[in-house]
């Protein structure tokens, strides 16, 4: 909630230099294929990046306020990261801003954040070691492209980076030392990239006179 309220007051700028009588909403729908890596330390020094595969699908719903070049995104996102060893699946709410410059052809510039929900890590072999982190952060910047086909549809395309910056998961580690037993843990954070398509509907509005 709170993240939307600091959302919001970044877009009212926009929405105040704009034509206050006219707004237009969208429902996007996305999919994006990609690649990730993990990132985790070792003793607080070693650094390593297994990499995986990344497929999404994606429904956002858009405000634009005005004849404003921001819009206001939030939604729902459906990611899974694989590879032959490990799989991850989460869902994703994203809450992001978007700057649109053009008419028909619009370049789309945006950034936000993404908490999520981490429904399932298979890690065969190691599950008894493991400490997923159920609830997940993530930031991501986007730029693409978009073209409106008629004044409803449009299709557009983009290329987007994201960063988890809070743990995935923790993996302990236990070494007997003699008469002592010394544990220790790796933190796995993610990154990633992806190319999406997707089609754009302007929902219809009523426009005050």
Do not use: W
């Not at 993996?171 to 089609?199: E, K, L, P």
């Amino acid at each position: 909630m709170h993240c939307l309220r600091i959302l919001m007051i970044i877009c009212l700028p926009f929405a105040l230099f704009s034509n206050s009588y006219a707004q237009q909403m969208q429902i996007n729908t996305e999919m994006g294929y990609g690649g990730g890596a993990l990132n985790y330390m070792k003793n607080t020094f070693h650094y390593a990046k297994p990499e995986f595969r990344d497929l999404r699908l994606n429904t956002t719903f858009a405000y634009l306020p005005g004849k404003g070049i921001a819009r206001l995104n939030t939604g729902i996102t459906a990611d899974i990261f694989f590879n032959d060893f490990e799989n991850f699946y989460l869902l994703k709410m994203p809450m992001g801003i978007d700057l649109l410059f053009g008419k028909k052809v619009q370049a789309v510039v945006g950034t936000g954040i993404q908490p999520g929900v981490l429904l399932s890590h298979l890690l065969p072999g190691y599950s008894r070691n493991i400490e997923n982190r159920k609830i997940v952060f993530d930031a991501f910047a986007h730029i693409g492209i978009r073209y409106s086909i008629n004044e409803h549809y449009a299709f557009f395309a983009k290329f987007q980076v994201e960063y988890f910056p809070s743990v995935i998961y923790r993996q302990n580690y236990y070494h007997a030392v003699y008469t002592s037993v010394i544990s220790r843990y790796d933190d796995h954070r993610m990154f990633s990239n992806s190319y999406n398509i997707g089609f754009s509907y302007n929902i219809p509005t009523k426009q005050k006179k």
